[in-house]
């Protein structure tokens, strides 16, 4: 199975500031169909998973642009550009380029 | 986008089983790969089971054997049939839909609100 491995594990920023979650897959995620298969969830407290990011950097519908994700092959990164109090919960890169599909182990988020 | 709702979970004994039902608006099943992920009480996600556009389906290992994954296209509901209930199975049961390498893309994407499965005597 593709291990997604995230780092910070959990953050704790100041409303305003940037902040960055790194997401590393075991193996290269972008498929020979040119598409690469990686996917950024946000699970706020209580409630189920939305999509925030498909396919490295596509803003899922309704999503603000203050977030943003980046990368290839293996690395990948999603930004948040000014952190707002809502943006508080966990937050999960997932592959799809293989199965079974995996997630990373959470990132969680806070605001100080 | 997609609108997938649950349901069909609640408290069930070891052994047990129960079909959870993922009724979609706004697209259609068959147009979709409708995937199952469950989250255990404070732990993260853990991919299930999918069943493709063209009616191919996949489980996780930790399931297979156990559970069974079908869909009524006239109802536009997938159902995920879970067999052999264990403690380890305890979990919120979300359906989502994404797209996997190597197979045309769905036409949409969604994540349901969930349906809750507790195993307990």
């Known amino acids: 199975d593709i291990v997604m491995t995230q780092t910070p594990l959990s953050l704790s920023v100041t409303p ?7 997401c ?3 193996q290269s ?6 598409k690469t298969y990686l996917y950024w969830y946000l699970q706020k407290p209580g409630q189920p998973p939305q999509l925030l990011i498909y396919e490295i950097s596509n803003r899922f519908s309704g999503v603000p642009d203050r ?8 690395d990948f ?8 109090a809502e943006d508080v919960g966990v937050y999960y890169c997932m592959q799809s380029i293989l199965l079974p599909p995996t997630f990373g182990q959470g990132t969680r988020v806070e605001i100080k | 986008e997609v609108q997938l709702e649950e349901s069909g979970g609640g408290l069930v004994q070891p052994g047990g089983s129960l079909r959870l039902s993922c009724v979609a608006s706004g697209s259609t099943v068959n147009r979709n790969y409708v995937s199952w992920v ?4 404070g732990k993260g996600l853990e991919w299930v089971s999918v069943i493709y556009r063209g009616g191919h389906t996949y489980y996780g290992d930790s399931v297979k054997g156990r ?8 109802k536009n509901t997938v159902y995920l049939q879970i067999n052999s209930l264990g403690a380890e199975d305890t ?4 359906c989502a839909t994404f797209d996997y390498g190597g197979n045309p893309p769905g036409d949409a994407l969604g994540w349901g609100q969930g349906t809750l499965v507790t195993v307990s005597s």
Request: no cysteine; charged share 20%; net charge positive.
């Open chain 1, 67 to 74: 977030f943003s994700g980046s990368g290839s092959g293996t």
């Open chain 1, 29 to 34: 995620l972008l498929y020979r169909d040119g």
């Open chain 2, 91 to 94: 979990a919120m049961y979300y």
């Open chain 1, 16 to 22: 305003g500031q940037p902040a960055s979650i790194s």
């Open chain 1, 24 to 26: 590393k897959s075991s």
């Open chain 2, 38 to 41: 469950r989250q255990a009480p």
């Open chain 1, 77 to 84: 990164t999603l930004k948040i550009s000014r952190v707002e």
């Open chain 2, 67 to 74: 559970f069974t994954i079908s869909r009524d296209n006239s």
